[in-house]
């Protein structure tokens, strides 16, 4: 029996909620939309995504805003679905930017982009975090705007309490303030995601949670590749491995004495699901697993007593890469401009082959706090 719609976008949408995320996967996602928007008959769909989505919840689908319903008709149609006014608002946000503008209003000649709903922001952050927990463990820093600024640092982990004997005079200890400089806030373009002006126009399929994750996916991978990079640029140099493409038990006991105990209980691992992997399988000379399978509370597995997290972006055990972090990675702050996520809808460009086509942006970049000596998060490299 032929797939319908509704099963190819209900597979689609399975994907993409999974805990992790390959260029296999995405390929696929792309294929099943593509697949999806070739089915000419839009009554063929039922609300599968969405009806899935709100089960996992445990409840009924809420009815949408009025936002969400000026989003999503905004989503199908295009700026002639919004009135004047809210033609003319497009893109007035501390988001836009002038390049921006100009190369968006080719697609609908409107500039700028529309700022998404809170569903669609909503959404969009769920995904982000699970393909890249960098995202997830990071402290969020929201600006106003795009304009250098600073965030500031209180490094504390060489003082110490003392007793002061009774009438003695207390000592002073100067705090130690610094501050994490940012540069002007870059924007991230998401690449375009184009569907059948059929599948946008079918009510019954949920277009913009589809999109929301497509456009996540992707901006973990280009932004978190970049989060990773200046992490580990930042960090301190741990262990490097003895070998180029594996890693031992002791090496990994090594790491964890490699930053001050004052980080240690926020402190995590940080690598990719494929180094976990082959972690979990190190064996003694007694055949039994070095590191037995264990989860916390939360359900997130453990290693050596310390949650681990993933990301894609991490190196792999390859000669000369950086493979695994360990520390307290919420030092790491992930600046974002408030109401930066923005997304166009390009309908006259693609009208002539009768699809939309849609574009997200979002300003972001990062940094971690460091002052003095002690660093919060040290690397394991592999030998080169």
């Given at each position: 029996?032929?797939?319908?719609?509704?099963?190819?976008?209900?597979?689609?949408?399975?994907?993409?909620?999974?805990?992790?995320?390959?260029?296999?996967?995405?390929?696929?996602?792309?294929?099943?939309?593509?697949?999806?928007?070739?089915?000419?008959?839009?009554?063929?769909?039922?609300?599968?995504?969405?009806?899935?989505?709100?089960?996992?919840?445990?409840?009924?689908?809420?009815?949408?805003?009025?936002?969400?319903?000026?989003?999503?008709?905004?989503?199908?149609?295009?700026?002639?679905?919004?009135?004047?006014?809210?033609?003319?608002?497009?893109?007035?946000?501390?988001?836009?930017?002038?390049?921006?503008?100009?190369?968006?209003?080719?697609?609908?000649?409107?500039?700028?982009g529309y700022l998404?709903?809170?569903?669609?922001?909503?959404?969009?952050?769920?995904?982000?975090?699970?393909?890249?927990?960098?995202?997830?463990?990071?402290?969020?820093?929201?600006?106003?705007?795009?304009?250098?600024?600073?965030?500031?640092?209180?490094?504390?982990?060489?003082?110490?309490?003392?007793?002061?004997?009774?009438?003695?005079?207390?000592?002073?200890?100067?705090?130690?303030?610094?501050?994490?400089?940012?540069?002007?806030?870059?924007?991230?373009?998401?690449?375009?995601?184009i569907v059948s002006?059929?599948?946008?126009?079918?009510?019954?399929?949920?277009?913009?949670?589809?999109?929301?994750?497509?456009?996540?996916?992707?901006?973990?991978?280009?932004?978190?590749?970049?989060?990773?990079?200046?992490?580990?640029?930042?960090?301190?140099?741990?262990?490097?491995?003895?070998?180029?493409?594996?890693?031992?038990?002791?090496?990994?006991?090594?790491l964890t004495g490699?930053?001050?105990?004052?980080?240690?209980?926020?402190?995590?691992?940080?690598?990719?699901?494929?180094?976990?992997?082959?972690?979990?399988?190190?064996?003694?000379?007694?055949?039994?697993?070095?590191?037995?399978?264990?989860?916390?509370?939360?359900?997130?597995?453990?290693?050596?007593?310390?949650?681990?997290?993933?990301?894609?972006?991490?190196?792999?055990?390859?000669?000369?890469?950086?493979?695994?972090?360990?520390?307290?990675?919420?030092?790491?702050?992930?600046?974002?401009?408030?109401?930066?996520?923005?997304?166009?809808?390009?309908?006259?460009?693609?009208?002539?082959?009768?699809?939309?086509?849609?574009?997200?942006?979002?300003?972001?970049?990062?940094?971690?706090?460091?002052?003095?000596?002690?660093?919060?998060?040290?690397?394991?490299?592999?030998?080169?």
């Amino acid at each position: 029996m032929e797939p319908d719609r509704s099963s190819l976008l209900a597979q689609a949408s399975s994907i993409l909620q999974k805990a992790s995320y390959t260029r296999e996967d995405s390929a696929k996602v792309d294929s099943l939309i593509a697949l999806a928007s070739a089915m000419a008959d839009p009554t063929d769909l039922r609300r599968a995504v969405n009806a899935s989505r709100q089960a996992e919840l445990g409840r009924a689908p809420l009815p949408p805003s009025g936002r969400d319903q000026r989003f999503s008709a905004y989503m199908r149609r295009g700026p002639d679905a919004l009135t004047e006014e809210e033609r003319q608002q497009i893109g007035s946000g501390e988001g836009r930017r002038r390049g921006i503008k100009g190369y968006l209003g080719v697609g609908t000649g409107s500039s700028g982009g529309y700022l998404v709903p809170q569903s669609f922001a909503d959404r969009f952050e769920s995904i982000l975090k699970q393909t890249d927990e960098l995202f997830s463990l990071a402290m969020m820093f929201e600006t106003k705007t795009g304009s250098p600024t600073g965030y500031p640092i209180l490094d504390d982990t060489g003082a110490a309490a003392a007793i002061v004997a009774e009438q003695g005079a207390s000592t002073e200890t100067d705090e130690v303030f610094a501050a994490l400089s940012f540069g002007q806030c870059p924007t991230w373009r998401s690449g375009t995601v184009i569907v059948s002006v059929e599948l946008a126009a079918d009510s019954a399929f949920d277009l913009e949670g589809l999109t929301a994750g497509a456009f996540a996916i992707r901006f973990a991978r280009g932004v978190g590749a970049a989060y990773v990079a200046t992490l580990l640029s930042s960090a301190a140099l741990g262990i490097t491995a003895a070998s180029p493409t594996a890693i031992a038990g002791d090496e990994l006991i090594e790491l964890t004495g490699e930053i001050d105990s004052a980080y240690l209980p926020n402190a995590s691992f940080l690598m990719q699901r494929a180094t976990f992997l082959a972690i979990s399988q190190l064996v003694g000379s007694s055949g039994n697993f070095l590191f037995p399978s264990h989860i916390d509370g939360a359900g997130r597995p453990t290693l050596l007593n310390f949650p681990v997290y993933f990301s894609p972006s991490m190196g792999a055990m390859t000669a000369g890469l950086k493979s695994v972090s360990f520390g307290d990675h919420s030092k790491f702050v992930r600046r974002q401009v408030k109401d930066s996520l923005q997304v166009r809808t390009l309908v006259e460009l693609y009208a002539a082959s009768g699809k939309i086509g849609y574009l997200a942006y979002l300003r972001a970049d990062g940094g971690l706090l460091l002052s003095g000596s002690n660093i919060p998060v040290a690397y394991l490299q592999q030998a080169a």
